[in-house]
């Protein structure tokens, strides 16, 4: 079958070909997708993928250097949540821990849940409730990647 194209057909209903994006829909760098923050009544595993939607290895460096700034942010701002209560300043520096924070979930090393849940909240506020999906994320890949093959 190498080198052979093969042709298929497939019947939709009329009104239904566009339900998912085309490549040619998608933001372009210049113009990010735009996705909501998730509110106040949120599941925990509903924040950890709205996580996903920003790389935070990396947007803090190369592949060689990007998981240790990650973990260097997000341990600071997690002791300094823990002895004091005070969050980082930035957006970038509260996704970078949310990201870190649900990778160590996976881990099964959360600082708390309740952490998390503070992140999300300060993002929201600091955002204005929408934050651009990372187009080198795990949940932008995800969304690139055929449904077959």
Not at 8 to 34: F, H, W
Not at 47 to 74: L, P, R, V
Request: aromatic share 8%; proline share 9%; glycine share 6%.
């Amino acid at each position: 079958m190498s080198g052979e194209l093969i042709q298929c057909v497939i019947a939709v209903p009329p009104g239904e070909y566009r339900k998912s994006p085309m490549p040619n829909d998608l933001p372009t760098e210049s113009q990010p997708e735009m996705i909501p923050v998730p509110g106040e009544d949120a599941e925990l595993f509903e924040i950890h993928d709205f996580a996903m939607t920003y790389n935070a290895y990396d947007s803090n460096g190369d592949e060689a250097t990007g998981f240790q700034k990650c973990a260097t942010i997000a341990n600071l701002a997690a002791q300094r949540w823990l002895e004091q209560g005070l969050l980082p300043d930035t957006l970038h520096d509260l996704r970078t821990c949310l990201f870190f924070e649900a990778r160590r979930h996976h881990w099964d090393a959360p600082i708390s849940d309740d952490y998390e849940m503070t992140l999300v909240r300060r993002i929201r506020e600091i955002s204005g409730g929408e934050v651009p999906l990372d187009s080198n994320s795990p949940a932008a890949t995800r969304r690139r990647r055929p449904l077959w093959g």
